[in-house]
């Protein structure tokens, strides 16, 4: 049987540090499921398709990958996809205490496991919200989300 993981968020945009712990989960999974979720409570800066088509062409080159739209709690996206596993990534403290708690509903409502990557040192102060930021501003983006996003 395979090990198979979703990897959900709203990825606006997706940043060098999710790119990470993809990579580093596929050390651990045999597929990944890179779930784009539909927030209702964030205003988009990046249309879900553009996120979507450009997350994809980050990973053309990775069969164990995919890349899907959802719009339905994570855990039951989870197991729409076969999944076992909710992959995550955390920088800090805080991340930790919500994961924690969103680890525990998920497993109590699904019976989906999380597993939790610690982002890398110098990946930690990079966010989605920050690249959104510096880019309304007009700032260069380029050193925080993968090269096919530049």
């Not at 980050?58 to 709690?73: G, H, K, M, T």
């Not at 999944?83 to 497993?107: P, Q, T």
């Amino acid at each position: 049987m395979s090990k198979k993981a979703i990897f959900p968020g709203s990825f606006d945009p997706f940043t060098i540090g999710h790119y990470d712990i993809v990579k580093r989960g596929l050390e651990l999974f045999d597929e990944i499921i890179i779930g784009i979720g539909r927030n209702r409570t964030k205003n988009e800066t990046f249309p879900i398709r553009e996120r979507e088509e450009a997350i994809r062409k980050i990973f053309a080159d990775e069969p164990r990958v995919q890349v899907v739209i959802y719009d339905c709690l994570t855990v039951d996206f989870a197991k729409e996809q076969g999944a076992s596993f909710i992959l995550r990534g955390i920088r800090c403290v805080e991340d930790f205490e919500y994961e924690r708690n969103m680890a525990e509903a998920n497993k109590q409502l699904g019976g989906v496991e999380t597993i939790i990557l610690y982002t890398r040192p110098e990946y930690a102060h990079i966010s989605s919200t920050l690249v959104r930021d510096l880019y309304a501003y007009g700032k260069n983006v380029s050193e925080f989300v993968p090269n096919t996003l530049r």
